[in-house]
């Protein structure tokens, strides 16, 4: 008998960085921790991440996820809605614009794939998420979660948003990439891409025993490397950001018991349209490079027998 065959898998809570097109890439950590028959039981999600996560926490097989996100990417990729002469032109007309890319616009253009992407309530998810987003108004991480009870509290630093939400609401709030996509505006709070303050949200599972999960699995994207200096204005801004995230996300994947980065640095942020490719890319790295799940399993607690002693 396999040593695994006595032992059991402790509770999984699944982390899932932002990182726009790239980010496709984590779905291969799916597919991978459903060959080995591993259950998640929480998950959290960032920016392209939260999306991912919505599709899990939804109860979305890893082959039903992967082609949720390869008819997303394709769909956005023929919008163009990311294309620099669109962007070029929204400039022009919205002359005071906070983001070049309208939050609506990407609304409708993914609102047909999928019930997620229409009327499904973050209530309605069957499993604990927490979906991570900016606000410029009072500098906190808000989070949006069907169940509070299940990720750290911290009024000082993180505020979750009080009412029930679309789970597209959140996602696209958590997504609102700063100059790129319009902030989004719910409730009082000014929202933009929850990767600001916390790409990786990792730290943010509450375990056992307060909460239920023991293992924490982070996924995340090895950072881009340059040889030339930036030269343009978009490009230091990118650099700058992704600096700042980079350094944040250290000290929130530092808390997970594995954190799992995907080689996909080639890939730019808003380039749609290839994430066949990319998760493919995902899926060969893995292969050559399995994930170190030390410390998972543990052997299952023994309820002990007592019995009566018929001499006392």
Do not use: W
């Amino acid at each position: 008998m396999d040593r695994k065959d006595r032992l059991t898998a402790k509770t999984i809570g699944l982390s899932f960085s932002g990182g726009g097109a790239k980010s496709f890439a984590e779905v291969a950590i799916l597919e991978e921790l459903e060959r080995k028959n591993l259950a998640i039981s929480s998950v959290a999600g960032t920016s392209m991440g939260a999306f991912i996560a919505a599709g899990v926490a939804y109860g979305l097989t890893a082959a039903e996820v992967k082609d949720l996100v390869i008819e997303t990417d394709r769909l956005i990729a023929e919008s163009e809605i990311f294309k620099k002469r669109q962007i070029v032109t929204s400039l022009l007309v919205l002359n005071y614009s906070t983001g070049f890319v309208a939050m609506d616009k990407i609304k409708e253009v993914i609102a047909d794939i999928h019930p997620l992407y229409r009327e499904v309530m973050l209530s309605d998810l069957t499993m604990p998420i927490a979906i991570t987003a900016t606000d410029l108004i009072s500098g906190k991480l808000v989070v949006f979660s069907n169940d509070a009870s299940q990720f750290i509290d911290n009024p000082e630093e993180i505020e979750f948003y009080p009412e029930d939400i679309s789970v597209v609401d959140a996602c696209l709030a958590s997504s609102s990439y700063p100059f790129v996509i319009q902030p989004t505006s719910l409730g009082g709070y000014q929202l933009v891409d929850g990767g600001l303050l916390l790409n990786s949200p990792a730290n943010l599972f509450k375990r056992a025993p307060e909460g239920q999960i023991e293992y924490v699995i982070s996924t995340g994207l090895e950072p881009k490397k340059y040889i030339k200096a930036a030269t343009r204005t978009n490009d230091v801004i990118n650099r700058s950001l992704s600096l700042m995230r980079r350094q944040q996300a250290g000290l929130s994947i530092a808390l997970a018991n594995i954190h799992y980065n995907f080689p996909v640095s080639s890939t730019a942020t808003f380039v749609f349209g290839h994430a066949e490719q990319t998760i493919q890319v995902a899926q060969n790295h893995l292969k050559s490079h399995p994930i170190p799940l030390s410390g998972l399993y543990k052997r299952p607690t023994k309820k002990r027998i007592y019995f009566k002693n018929p001499f006392k």
